[in-house]
């Protein structure tokens, strides 16, 4: 990075970005104008650096910014078509690009290249928002600001937009900004400190002005019977209805949740207003876009059951679907996209808290993250006026806006695991950890669970963070612990879709050696506890209604019958039988369950390292720091079998290529003649 305005533009963005009073993930936009030397004329040249399409401010880099020739963009002015046909605008921007790479401009381009001002931000604070969407707003920015910040109608994001905030800069000199009617505000300034510091100044004010001003309880009294449960029983009862709220937002399209209890969620959960306020809908574009038009709300009090309360979801859900699928054919025009799915992306529920919806964990979390911003632009707004946000007309036109339907297109194509959450036993180490590994990079989400809860933590950061995997504490012989894990888990992601049933442990002795207290642990780790996981994973995934897969790390001792080693190849025998009972079993429910059969997986073997290999080795008679090269000779094809190799396996069972299978284990053990299923 060489021009030092592109630095500057950087940092502020950044810092403005970092700060959610200041605007919201991936919300609003930066630019800044200046010169460089043009490569061809080696004369100056006018540009315009500004935030591209997509990227969030927080993060901003230089390769999400989008270059364009100042000179180019501003003639756009003589050419624009007018309102009508403002989106063509859009394609023209890509003529006026300096230089190669690049992000692609946004829709708001036009506002920062034709505003006057060598600087401008464009943001989504909260407390201008509440503004933005009060029913006297433009009374109100008076009120709060004098002339020092002007007021701009609504009008949707586009080249118009930019005219008018143009316009009304240059006829209020004395003017460092603008607040958006049902949008956000604008500011500027002749620096990037100026810019930086109006863009505060008016963010500040604002907050100042609302509280000062406002009264102290806008949502009205708390009901009585829907105040927020303890956090204990509020928990467990999130954890109880979350797959089958997540399975009813997966009607359409699979989706992946997110839970957010706040307090700022359940004291607006708590409050007179909530279904009025609600059914109002968020105003702010970036907010609707990831909200959808308006939440699912449940109208039962906290006092309600857990039973009560599934009824009254699956009842609500038919009439979300049924009013959403009406909105659509009141604003569809020919030319509209399809509808792109009837299910609420936002569940609030009394007492519990709020579960938010999308394509990934991020997606869904994100989700979240704008409606609390909702619920504090209604709150702001409704303690200083009535929030009255833009019409569902125009929000319409906004969600299934050709631009907007463009961008999604974009997108690139989901990897094959996307939307799934997978729960992995034995996961901090060994096989576990290179499926966990393998199923992340695939898409899916992961839940790393392990005796170890620190090292299943860890070996979670190592995978990514936690919109990709939580480590959680997991004795799978133990009921109580095995139930606490699949919390977690569905806490975190909304449910389970993929379990590995691989957490595991051996003792190597002949049968006159072998304690009592030898063959119960090893039965209670691999066979009780894979029956126990499996029942948890069940009971959730026949809840969620998506089908799933549950698979078993047996081993190729299940079948071959080897010196040394009854108690634990007879509880891999046990887990065998459990993959052909439960796929019988659970079939009808689309809950596939298949099992694979490793051998000689010595390299990266939690097993292996906590001694069964020194064991293993001295009934075979070789050093144990060649064992797995014995185990490879003794095989078919000769080569030696890695953690990977299972994980592999994993992917091929669960990765959608064999999507009428179950009951099946395949062998990865480089070819065992004696282990030949017969």
């Known amino acids: 990075m060489t021009n ?68 180019r ?18 394609a023209a921007f890509d003529f006026c690009l300096h230089g190669r790479g690049g992000a692609a401009p946004s829709i708001d381009t036009a506002m920062h290249g034709l505003v006057d001002a060598a600087h401008v931000d464009h943001l989504h604070p909260d407390s201008g928002i509440a503004l933005a969407t009060a029913a006297d707003g433009e009374a109100l920015t008076r009120e709060c600001f004098g002339d020092r910040v002007v007021w701009v109608p609504w009008r949707r994001p586009g080249f118009q937009l930019g005219l008018d905030i143009a316009a009304i800069k240059e006829k209020n000199p004395q003017a460092i900004g ?72 997966s009607t359409d399209r699979p989706q992946v949740g997110h839970f957010t209890d706040s307090d700022v969620v359940l004291d607006f959960l708590s409050r007179e207003k909530l279904q009025p306020l609600a059914a109002l809908g968020t105003s702010c574009p970036d907010h609707f876009l990831r909200t959808k038009v308006r939440p699912m709300v449940v109208d039962l009090p906290a006092t309600a059951t857990t039973d009560e309360v599934v009824r009254r979801l699956k009842e609500l859900h038919e009439e979300y679907r049924t009013e959403y699928a009406a909105y659509y054919e009141r604003h ?10 009837a299910d609420p992306a936002i569940v609030l529920v009394p007492g519990v808290g709020m579960f938010s919806f999308g394509a990934n964990k991020q997606t869904a979390r994100v989700a979240g993250e704008f409606y609390v911003n909702a619920i504090n632009v209604m709150r702001g707004a409704e303690a200083v006026s009535t929030y009255a946000p833009i019409d569902e007309s125009e929000k319409f036109r906004i969600e299934y ?73 997991a004795d799978v012989s133990d009921a109580e612990a095995v139930a606490a894990a699949f919390r977690e888990a569905v806490l975190a992601f909304g449910g389970v879709d993929l379990v590995v049933n691989n957490a595991g442990l051996s003792i190597s002795k002949p049968l006159l ?62 887990q065998a039988h459990q993959v052909r009972l439960l796929a019988a079993e659970l079939g009808e429910h689309q809950i596939r369950v298949n099992g694979i059969n490793p051998d000689g997986v010595v390299r990266g073997s939690g097993i292996f390292a906590g001694g069964w290999g020194a064991k293993r080795a001295a009934v075979y008679g070789v050093p144990e720091e060649e064992l797995g ?6 095989t078919l094809l000769k080569r030696e079998v890695l953690p990977e190799h299972v994980a592999d396996a994993v992917f091929a069972l669960t990765g959608g290529e064999l999507t009428r299978t179950t009951g099946l284990h395949v062998p990865v053990d480089s070819g065992v003649a004696a282990a030949f299923l017969r």
């Not at 009971?539 to 299940?558: A, L, P």
Request: with cysteine; net charge negative.
């Open 4 to 71: 030092p305005v592109v630095r500057e533009l950087l940092e502020r963005s950044n810092r403005l970005g970092s700060d959610p009073r200041n605007t919201n993930y991936a919300g609003g936009n930066t630019s800044a104008k200046g010169t460089e030397t043009d490569p061809v004329t080696g004369q100056p040249v006018e540009l315009l650096w500004v935030k591209g399409s997509g990227g969030d401010l927080g993060t901003l880099q230089e390769s999400g910014l989008a270059v364009l020739r100042l000179d």
């Open 73 to 90: 963009l501003r003639s756009l002015v003589d050419v624009y078509p007018g309102v009508d046909r403002e989106d063509e605008m859009v």
């Open 178 to 249: 603008c607040v958006l009617g049902g949008h956000g505000i604008t500011a500027w300034g002749a620096t990037a400190a100026e810019a930086e510091a109006n863009s505060l100044d008016v963010i500040r004010t604002a907050e100042r002005f609302l509280a000062e001003r406002g009264e102290a309880e806008p949502f009205g009294a708390v009901v009585p019977g829907f105040e927020a449960l303890p956090e204990d029983e509020r928990r467990a009862r999130a954890a109880a209805l979350a797959p089958v709220i997540r399975g009813l937002a």
């Open 332 to 341: 569809a025009t020919p030319d509209s996209p399809a509808m792109r799915g």
């Open 401 to 473: 806006w050709a631009l907007e339907e463009a961008k999604l297109q974009r997108m690139p194509k989901p990897k094959p695991l996307a939307t799934r959450v997978a729960l992995v036993t034995g996961a901090a180490s060994g096989i576990g950890k290179a499926i966990a590994e393998r199923l992340a990079a695939e898409g899916a989400c992961v839940v790393v669970a392990d005796l170890d809860l620190q090292k299943a933590t860890d070996a979670a950061a190592g995978i990514g963070g936690p919109d990709v995997a939580i480590g959680v504490a």
């Open 513 to 574: 050696e072998t304690t009592e207290r030898d063959w119960d642990l090893q039965h209670d780790v691999m066979a009780k506890g894979s029956f126990l996981v499996s029942r948890e994973a069940a009971r959730i995934m026949i809840e969620q209604g998506m089908g799933g897969d549950v698979v078993y790390i047996s081993s190729k001792n299940s079948v071959f019958a080897g010196p040394s080693n009854i108690a634990y190849s007879s509880t891999k025998a046990d």
């Open 629 to 634: 090269q014995f185990y490879a000779q003794r």
